[in-house]
């Protein structure tokens, strides 16, 4: 193997190991609290949202989670997908 060969693998692998532990340190960021529904459920077991914010459902519409704004902007900092119809509720159900 020549010496670019060596460089030009030697940068793949190095590229590829970045890559891969950004990849995971960025899923290792967000806190355990906000990990995933069923994990916020277990402390505010109706979800968090907005003050304000009114459930957007074909039944009957939760309204007894947990209303702070602080906390709902938290869990949005940290993951967005704790709220999929964006009607400023996360995690909600009955």
Do not use: Q
């Amino acid at each position: 193997m020549n010496v670019r060969a060596g460089v030009a693998l030697l940068t793949v692998v190095l590229v590829l190991g970045v890559s891969t532990s950004l990849a995971g340190a960025a899923s290792e960021r967000i806190p355990a609290r906000w990990k995933n529904c069923t994990v916020v459920n277990k402390r505010y077991p109706h979800g968090v949202g907005k003050v304000g914010a009114v459930d957007r459902t074909a039944g009957e519409p939760v309204t007894n989670f947990t209303h702070n704004n602080y906390l709902y902007r938290l869990a949005m900092r940290y993951n967005r997908g704790l709220d999929r119809d964006k009607d400023g509720i996360a995690c909600e159900k009955l």
